[in-house]
């Protein structure tokens, strides 16, 4: 059975850091690519940093980049976000989300999400 599952979520304060991890299960982990994204009640989910497809660079939203670290450990099946300089904009649900393609067949998973409140 397939899963993804968040953890690290929590409350901090504007300008703390937190890191958040997502440990797969059920699939081969090493061959897809790994991204994170949040979701504010009433928004779009919107991306926040990720490993390309090809596996050759990483993505972050312009709102993240430079504050916000994506990583991820093979051998652990697990993908990483480090957050720093947080702010109270940053306050969303992160999901963790694998998806792969391959001869034009798109697979994809997504976890059940962790609570990020950035609030003072």
């Known amino acids: 059975q397939v899963q993804l599952v968040e953890s690290g979520g929590g409350r901090v304060q504007p300008g703390g850091s937190l890191t958040l991890s997502c440990t797969a299960s059920?699939?081969?982990?090493?061959?897809?690519?790994m991204q994170w994204h949040r979701q504010v009640p009433g928004k779009e989910r919107e991306l926040v940093a990720a490993?390309?497809?090809?596996?050759?660079?990483?993505n972050y939203a312009h709102s993240v980049k430079g504050r916000f670290t994506i990583s991820r450990e093979n051998a652990k099946n697990t993908v990483y976000l480090q957050m720093n300089s947080l702010k109270p904009e940053d306050t969303a649900v992160y999901y963790c989300?694998?998806?792969?393609?391959?001869?034009?067949?798109?697979?994809?998973?997504w976890g059940r999400g962790t609570l990020v409140i950035v609030s003072s």
């Open positions: 059920g699939f081969v982990f090493s061959i897809y690519a």
């Open positions: 490993f390309n497809n090809d596996g050759q660079g990483i």
């Open positions: 989300y694998a998806v792969k393609i391959g001869q034009g067949v798109r697979t994809d998973y």
